[in-house]
């Protein structure tokens, strides 16, 4: 009997991201579909930034979850446009900031230009005020930027929108 | 081999270079805000090359790290721009603000592409390519301000400007000329752009580095 596409499903939602293992791989979004054939299990999986060092890991733990259920994994990368920050899951976003991550502005009509990074409303997961300013652009990792709270006087981590 | 192909690892080529120059800040940077920048950036376009490489190897039948680290010298498909070693703060915004400007218009073309699959991945690349680009145009901003940021700039871009000619092709470089003479404020000098193809003496310094380890470990490094 092949196995149903929401045990599936479940698996993968128990998988943390590697590098913020506050979060699911279900809730970064970067799992597009799960289908079930026979024995085998498709799963379509869109890296987040191309140069994320946890890609590598986080399709070994896909495919890991996938034997664990007794399925064997196909694991197709996206290489499209088609993951976006706003693919980041509600639920996933609260996590985040729980965790001290400030998650992504939603993407809007155009690229984010310097301005709106310096002058955006950007909020500290700490305290919740705006009042805070960009550091840096980049950060520890591709897919953060460094802000600094003027009111809790803390840095914190901005995830960027793309 | 075909033109896909060869535009494929012109690009590659290109952002696994210019990465691995970047990387070259790490660590040294004149403050730790650039090197966590120029690392991230570096992170970011190695990635991109990777990407890229995955694609050609497949119309290939290889891997991705063959591509990027076992051809010869001569295989190379990059611009001159990107295999300059230029450990000097002027130079390397130069050269970090006309390549992103040239990928950008690229870039531009590419995600129009007939080509779904290319296209894809180049509107990808692009998304990360805007915070490149904003960090850039920072840098600009700042050059530009004082004197002696603009004559250091225009020290860089006197040397650097045929290299950065050289990274469109014919087609698309009147379009960097507009961006780039706009930006300045000034007219740049009509000269022979550094054609893809040839390449700098800093390259097989380069490609000696970037291959050692797959040359010391034919079998495959594992760590």
Redesign the interface.
């Known amino acids: 009997m092949s196995l149903a596409p929401d045990a599936v499903w479940r698996a993968l939602e128990e998988i943390p991201d590697p590098e913020i293992p506050v979060i699911s791989i279900v809730d970064l979004g970067v799992v597009k579909d799960v289908r079930v054939e026979d024995e085998t299990v498709h799963v379509d999986f869109t890296p987040t ?5 946890a890609l590598d890991t986080m399709r070994r733990q896909i495919e890991d979850a996938v034997r664990g259920l007794g399925g064997e994994p196909e694991v197709r990368v996206v ?6 920050t706003d693919r980041i899951s509600r639920e996933g976003r609260q996590k985040l900031r729980t965790a001290g991550f400030a998650p992504p502005p939603p993407r809007s009509a155009g ?4 301005v709106q ?1 310096e002058r955006g409303p950007f909020r500290c997961p700490w305290c919740g005020s705006t009042d805070t300013r960009l ?8 897919c953060r930027s ?1 802000r600094y709270c003027d009111a809790c006087r803390q840095p914190f981590e901005q995830f ?1 929108t ?1 | 081999m075909s033109d896909r192909v060869d535009l494929l690892l012109s690009l590659a080529d290109d952002e696994l270079l210019l990465g691995w120059r970047n990387s070259e800040w790490t660590g040294i940077a004149p403050f730790l ?1 650039e090197d ?2 120029f ?3 570096a ?6 090359a ?2 890229l490489y ?2 050609a190897a497949r119309e290939l039948g290889t891997d991705a790290d063959a591509l990027a680290f076992d051809r010869t010298l001569d295989e190379y498909r990059s611009a001159p721009l990107v295999e300059l070693r230029r450990l000097e703060w002027a130079r390397t915004i130069a050269r970090h603000w006309l390549y992103e400007t040239a990928d950008a218009i690229r870039l531009e073309a590419l995600k129009g592409s007939d080509d779904v ?1 290319l296209a ?2 180049a ?3 692009d ?2 390519e ?2 490149h680009r ?2 850039a ?2 840098w600009i901003d700042r050059l530009l301000a004082t004197d002696e940021g603009r004559g250091r700039l225009d020290e860089a871009l006197e040397e650097l400007w045929p290299y950065a000619l050289g990274v469109l092709d014919d087609e698309l470089r009147p379009e960097l000329v507009r961006r780039a003479e706009e930006r300045l404020g000034r007219s740049l000098p009509a000269v022979e752009p550094v054609p893809r193809g040839r390449h700098e003496a800093e390259l097989a310094e380069l490609h000696d580095e970037m291959t050692m380890v797959r040359r010391s470990a034919p079998a495959g490094a594992r760590w």
């Open positions: 930034f191309m140069g994320c060092p290489l499209d446009d088609s993951w976006s690229a984010p230009t310097l990074l550091e840096n652009v980049f950060g520890p990792t591709p460094l960027k793309i | 805000e966590v920048a690392s991230s950036i992170q970011n376009e190695i990635g991109h990777r990407a995955e694609l699959e894809g991945i509107a990808k690349i998304r990360e805007v915070y904003i960090h145009e920072m």
